[in-house]
Structures are given as structure tokens and as C-alpha cells.
């Protein structure tokens, strides 16, 4: 096995994949006409650094090989099935962007030590996890993780698609694996199991997916999606947990540091989050909100935005 991938397995990391970095012309095309068609919604971002986004060897120079690893976030638990639904990334009381930044500094760490620190370009950013201009899951299908399926998720023949991807830039070269073929076949589950219909031909229309309603959106929940909600009120998991994939091989983490919150966390708190009924998260306060939810994915949503939510899902008797 290829050093870098044995040092990743090594740190706790679940899959680790190596791919040649050059430029993404496919995606480039797609990107621009899915962009022009508004499919962004409010993510303004997606349009900036461009470029950037579909080269690495742009957006890190001297970059020669995209790292790639995965972490499974299947959790061991599940809320109170009474609650307004939260989806199963944010479950964890630290939020996964901190969780996989620092792994991933242990990792460069690692590499560093094996490879000579000439191995990363340290004057600009070259570790990333969901907040950067990195197409993250192309470059996990390029580096032989799984497929992105048709609900638009990577899908690990071995862990499914309850993962999270953290990518390395490194300035030397690698053994690279091969690209991951699709497997999905004929299958549309996700597609049909969608309540706002935003999946279409292995493409999502962001402004009618119920994550980028319910997180993403700068402005409140159209009406026309208001009843399709199915109980989410910060992101969603529908089209995953249809998905035969993760029927067949979503297993429960077994990582300390993506365990939920617990009563004990918090002083006058009665219960876990997971335990929470739809009463209880309906009188949240913002004061226990910010503080419960402090080193939370779910604080980036807000106090006020998931209060709209959930007074929608009330509003309209779906919890």
C-alpha cells in the first residue's frame, strides 16, 4: 500500500485515494452551464474563482497530487423520531470541519516528516474540507473512492455515502489510482424519493433542495415548498437513506471525536439532543441555542432561520 494511504488509515481515516492533479475540463463545462441556469440559488460563492475551482495546480501552485480521504459519519444513534429533523452531519457536537482540519494537519504533518516539507506548498492554503474552491467529490472519484450517484453524493462501494471528504495538495508525485466507474445502473430511488424534485439526470437544482432551503437560503422557504419539507428543518437525508447503497453498507461510526452532544456537556439541559421532542426544540432559547450548539454544524444555520423552520413545520402539521 502507498505510504500516504497507509499514514491516513493510520490516523483514523476511513478511505484514502490519490489523484493526478490537472484540470477538470468536463466538469469545467458542466459547471458553467449549471451555474447559468441559476442552479446556485443564493451560493454566490460557487460563481467566484472559477478557474480555481476546476485546477488545482491554479489554486495551489506546484500542485502535482490531490489527496483525498474520507471519514464515515453514520452515527451510532438517531433522534428522537418526534423532533424536527436535523441531518445526520450535524449530529456531532464539534463540527466536522474542525473534526477533519485537524486530521488533516496530522496527516500533512506525517507527510512532511516521510516526504521533506518541500512536499507541501506552505504560502497558500493546500488542506481543505468543504469551504474552499475544491470540487471535492470529483476529486474523490478521480482518486478511486466510489461514484457520484445520482442524489449528486460520492458513494463508497465499502462505506456508502455517509462521508466526509477532506483533500491534501501535495507538490509531489504520487502513485495514482485509477477513476472510480458508476454503479448506480438503472437505479433512481433518489430521484423518486425527492419531495421538491431537485434531482434530474444525475443534476440537483439547488433552490429546490431542502438543504439549501433550510441552511443555505437567504430568503425564507417558498410557499410552493413549504408541505414538502418531510419534518427537516436543517438540511436533509432523504435521498441517502433510500439510496441501496447505504441500506446495504451504512455502518455506525466509531469516531470518538463525531459523538453527538450529551446532558452532561451542558449544566440545566434534561436530556441529549438526540432525546429532544418537537416541544423542546420549539422553546429553545437563542441563549441555550449558542450555547449547546457553540462548536456545532448546526449553529451555521442559525437560531432565527431554524426557528422559521420549524414554526413552518408546525405551521403545517407535518412534525
Not at 290 to 303: E, L, P, V, W
Request: hydrophobic share 40%.
Amino acid at each position: 500500500m502507498n505510504i500516504v494511504k497507509e499514514l491516513a488509515l493510520s490516523l483514523g481515516f476511513d478511505a484514502c485515494g490519490i489523484a493526478k492533479a490537472e484540470a477538470l475540463t468536463e466538469d469545467a463545462s458542466y459547471l458553467r452551464h449549471w451555474l447559468a441556469e441559476g442552479n446556485q440559488g443564493d451560493m454566490h460563492y460557487l460563481e467566484r474563482n472559477f478557474e480555481k475551482r476546476v485546477d488545482p495546480r491554479i489554486l495551489v501552485p506546484g500542485c502535482k497530487s490531490v489527496v483525498v480521504v474520507l471519514l464515515n459519519y453514520f452515527p451510532p444513534e438517531h433522534q428522537n423520531p418526534l423532533a424536527p429533523k436535523i441531518a445526520k452531519y450535524a449530529y456531532s457536537a464539534v463540527d466536522y470541519h474542525s473534526v477533519l482540519k485537524t486530521k488533516l494537519m496530522e496527516l500533512e504533518h506525517k507527510i512532511c516528516e516521510t516526504y521533506g516539507a518541500e512536499s507541501i506548498n506552505n504560502n497558500v492554503q493546500h488542506s481543505f474540507v468543504d469551504s474552499a474552491p475544491v470540487l471535492e467529490r470529483r476529486w474523490a472519484e478521480r482518486a478511486g473512492l466510489g461514484w457520484i450517484g445520482k442524489h449528486t453524493q460520492l458513494i463508497h462501494p465499502g462505506i456508502g455515502s455517509y462521508a466526509f471528504i477532506g483533500v491534501l495538495m501535495l507538490s509531489i508525485e504520487l502513485p495514482y489510482d485509477a477513476p472510480a466507474a458508476g454503479r448506480c445502473g438503472s437505479c433512481i430511488r433518489c430521484i423518486d424519493a425527492c419531495p421538491t424534485h431537485a434531482l434530474k439526470n444525475g443534476s440537483m437544482d439547488a433552490r429546490r433542495c431542502i438543504s439549501y432551503l433550510t441552511i443555505e437560503s437567504k430568503n425564507g422557504i417558498p410557499t410552493e415548498f413549504q408541505s414538502d419539507l418531510s419534518g427537516n428543518v436543517l438540511g436533509c437525508d432523504i435521498c441517502a437513506d433510500v439510496c441501496p447503497w447505504n441500506i446495504k453498507l451504512a455502518t455506525p461510526h466509531d469516531h470518538e471525536n463525531l459523538s453527538p452532544w450529551r446532558n452532561d456537556d451542558i449544566k440545566n439541559i434534561d436530556n441529549s439532543m438526540l432525546d429532544w421532542d418537537f416541544e423542546k426544540w420549539q422553546h429553545l432559547t437563542k441563549d441555550e441555542f449558542n450555547r449547546i450548539f457553540a462548536y456545532s454544524a448546526i449553529k451555521r444555520a442559525g437560531f432565527e432561520k431554524m426557528k422559521q423552520n420549524i414554526e413552518i413545520i408546525e405551521k403545517k402539521n407535518l412534525h
